[in-house]
T-cell receptor, first 114, second 113 residues
Framework: NAGVTQTPKFQVLKTGQSMTLQCAQD?????MYWYRQDPGMGLRLIYY???????DKGEVPNGYNVSRLNKREFSLRLESAAPSQTSVYFC?????????????FGDGTRLSIL | DQQVKQNSPSLSVQEGRISILNCDYT??????FLWYKKYPAEGPTFLIS?????DKNEDGRFTVFLNKSAKHLSLHIVPSQPGDSAVYFC????????????FGTGTRLAVRP
């Protein structure tokens, strides 16, 4: 099925370890996004990429880095994981640079940091 | 400062009746509003949207109403079905800020058979 694919689905890390979350979309979308969702909260934007070759900070970027590898792939890296980064991470993509189009989400990566 | 608010964490409705989910926003620059539905262990799925130039948008059993003066939108589901049981997120974006989405905290809908 076409859509947004995230890997891995689950991961447990120790404090201080590094980790890269992968995201790929096959809908030829221009924009891609990384969110985190914590209990009792909505999704919060970490980083986004409006088009290939560009990335920008969102609401909660501290402790993360991103790479827009090509039009299909957008990865999120935790250089030194902290317990506060325990969360569910969602990647999303959207088709047009401007205009009203919805974002389409992957099924998430559940990350626990001990 | 929470710019998109869903003040009801949960809602329970009888099958066949109407479900009404509410959402308030504070940022007057928001010009596009969306509802997403989320099942456990899955990503949010786009449900319906509305542009600020409209006050109503309908898609089958789902209707979204926008009241710009009150900065309020609502999602109506008629008739409600058990498969509609999920968490519903309201989201908003502004073209001036690069179409980034700001989400509410969600409302958990339970439709009783």
């Amino acid at each position: 099925n076409a859509g947004v694919t995230q890997t891995p689905k689950f991961q447990v890390l120790k404090t201080g370890q590094s980790m890269t979350l992968q995201c790929a979309q096959d809908m030829n979308h221009n924009s891609m996004y990384w969110y985190r969702q914590d209990p009792g909260m909505g999704l919060r934007l970490i980083y986004y990429s409006a088009s290939e070759g560009t990335t920008d900070k969102g609401e909660v970027p501290n402790g993360y880095n991103v790479s827009r590898l090509n039009k299909r792939e957008f990865s999120l890296r935790l250089e030194s994981a902290a317990p506060s980064q325990t969360s569910v991470y969602f990647c999303a993509s959207r088709g047009v640079l401007r205009g009203n189009q919805p974002q389409h989400f992957g099924d998430g990566t559940r990350l626990s940091i001990l | 400062d929470q710019q998109v608010k869903q003040n009801s964490p949960s809602l329970s409705v009888q099958e066949g009746r109407i479900s009404i989910l509410n959402c308030d926003y504070t940022n007057s620059m928001f010009d596009y509003f969306l509802w997403y539905k989320k099942y456990p262990a899955e990503g949010p799925t786009f449900l319906i949207s509305i542009s600020s130039i409209k006050d109503k948008n309908e898609d089958g059993r789902f209707t979204v109403f926008l009241n710009k003066s009150a900065k309020h939108l609502s999602l109506h589901i008629v008739p409600s079905q058990p498969g509609d049981s999920a968490v519903y997120f309201c989201a908003a974006s502004a073209e001036s800020s690069g179409d980034k989405l700001t989400f509410g905290t969600g409302t958990r809908l339970a439709v009783r058979p």
